[in-house]
Every structure is written in C-alpha cells, then in structure tokens.
C-alpha cells in the first residue's frame, strides 16, 4: 500500500527525465550554429569547403576562384548578393538532373521552385510540380542526386510504396542508403549558413 504511490512517482519521475533529455537533445539538434554570410566565412558549395572573399574595391557580382567566392560590393549587401548567387548555383546543377531523370521516365515535369523551404528538402505535387531548397546548394552532389531521384519517382508513385521505392533506386546514382543517411545526420547544418 504504501509503496505503490513510491514506486508509481519513481516510474513518473524517472518517464519524466527522459522526456526532457530526449526534447533537450532534439532541441539542441535544431539549433546548429549560425554560419552567417560575411568575409572569412566557410561554406560547402556542393559539398567542397570554401571561403567567403569580400571585395568592396571590385564592381560586378558574385564569382568562384578557386576555393573562394569572392563577393563584389557594399558589405551590407553581401548576404543577399551570395545567396542569389547560390540560388542560381542551385538552380543550374537542379534542372538538368530533374530534366534527364524524367525523361528516363517518360515524365514531363511542369515547374521547378527553389525556394528556402525548411521543413522539406523536396516535394513533387500530383500536377508535376517540383520545388527544392536552395539549401542544397551546401550538401553533397550525391545527396542531390537521391533527393531529385525522389521526388522524380514521384511523378510515376504518389506514395511511398514499394514500387515507388523500387523506381527511386534505379534513378538514383547510388544506392539511395548512403544520401539518406547523411541527410538524417547531416541534414540540420545545411539550415545553418547565411542566417
Ligand atoms: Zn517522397
């Protein structure tokens, strides 16, 4: 009698404490450090380290020497300046992929949105329309490669069955466990870069 109230505590106590490391954990998880966009800075385009090169004395935009991208401009206007640029980046490694993996399956694909979507790293709609994160602009080539294979199979499946799973596979350039792995490690620091 009397230590069953004990033992019930002790069992609630101890759910407890879980509960808040594991939310604790996740909370941690969800907050990466900010690798803000200025001069010095690091990056991974396309997954290869580079450095961010202010060049207040130089006109033009946005260019790639080497493992530098050197940012033209006032200094307030670099973030903006080297996250267009990344988009663009983004955008021109994207289409051609999404473009030659629906051809290998006799699908057309209406539209492509990059847009900085951070609950998704990609979606296919039931009218063909694709949309990425810009985001993927810092993760690996391979990790591209398995999440446009993804969202292409999804042009045939709206689901993710078997078939759909099966298709993804013969779309991706590598067997899909690898991307899908590193995105649940690494998923996380992509949010991290310019904010
Ligand atoms: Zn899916």
């Known amino acids: 009698m009397l230590t ?3 033992r019930m505590s002790r069992a609630i106590a101890v759910g407890f404490a879980e509960t808040q490391a ?10 990466p450090m900010r690798q803000p966009f200025v001069d010095g800075a690091e990056l991974p385009l396309f997954g290869e380290p580079h450095s961010i090169r202010h060049r207040p004395e130089m006109r033009g935009t946005v260019w790639r020497e080497g493992g530098e991208i050197h940012v033209a401009g006032r200094p307030e206007h670099l973030p903006r300046r080297l996250r267009d640029w990344l988009t663009a980046e983004m955008r021109q490694r994207l289409l051609p992929l999404v473009h030659a993996k629906a051809a290998r399956v006799d699908r057309s694909v209406k539209r492509i949105n990059v847009r900085d979507s951070r ?11 694709m949309s990425f994160s810009w985001r993927l602009v810092f993760a690996p080539p391979e990790v591209l490669d398995y999440l446009v294979a993804h969202e292409v199979a999804h042009l045939v499946h709206l689901n993710h069955g078997p078939r759909f799973w099966a298709l993804a596979r013969t779309l991706c350039e590598n067997p899909i466990e690898g991307p899908q792995a ?5 998923g996380e620091t992509l949010l ?3 904010v």
């Open 4 to 6: 069953a109230p004990l």
């Open 22 to 31: 594991g939310w604790i954990a996740a909370r941690l998880k969800r907050l």
């Open 119 to 129: 609950s998704r790293w990609g979606s296919c709609g039931p009218d063909a329309t």
């Open 182 to 186: 590193w995105l649940k490690k690494n």
């Open 192 to 194: 991290q870069y310019g």
